[in-house]
C-alpha cells in the first residue's frame, strides 16, 4: 500500500518562509506527477503546486513567484518551499501522488493526511 506523509507544516510570521516535504512509501516503482493542494477553513480543497516526473511545474496564481515546488525521484519525495508567506496562505497542506506505479499494480491518486500551516499577520 502506497502512503504519502506531510511534515514541515507550522506557524509563522507575516514575510516568513516554510519548507514543506512529502515522501511517499510503499512498493513504488515510479510517480508520474506530485503535488500539493491546500483547503483553508470554509473552503474548497484547491491546487497550489504539481510537478511531472520530468521536472515540469504548474502553480496556482496566487502563489506564483512565492512558492517552489520541487521532487527527488529517487527518494519518492516532493517538497514545497514557501517563501513571502501570507495570511491567506493559511491552510491545511495534502501532498498528492498521481500515476503511482508499484510492484502489484497502477494507482491512480493517493494523498497524504496534511500538515498545517498558520501565517500570523
Known amino acids: 500500500q502506497v502512503q504519502l506523509v506531510e511534515s514541515g507544516g507550522g506557524l509563522v510570521q507575516t514575510g516568513g518562509s516554510l519548507r514543506l516535504s512529502c515522501a511517499a512509501s510503499g512498493s513504488i516503482v515510479s510517480i508520474n506527477a506530485m503535488g500539493w493542494y491546500r483547503q483553508a477553513p470554509g473552503k474548497q480543497r484547491e491546487l497550489v503546486a504539481t510537478i511531472s516526473r520530468g521536472g515540469s511545474t504548474n502553480y496556482a496564481d496566487s502563489v506564483k513567484g512565492r512558492f517552489t515546488i520541487s521532487r527527488d525521484n529517487g527518494k519518492n519525495t516532493v517538497y514545497l518551499q514557501m517563501n513571502n508567506l501570507k495570511p491567506e496562505d493559511t491552510a491545511v497542506y495534502y501532498c498528492?501522488?498521481?500515476?503511482?506505479?508499484?510492484?502489484?499494480?497502477?494507482?491512480?491518486?493517493?494523498w497524504g493526511k496534511g500538515t498545517l500551516v498558520t501565517v500570523s499577520s
Open positions: 498528492n501522488a498521481h500515476g503511482v506505479r508499484t510492484a502489484s499494480g497502477y494507482g491512480l491518486d493517493y
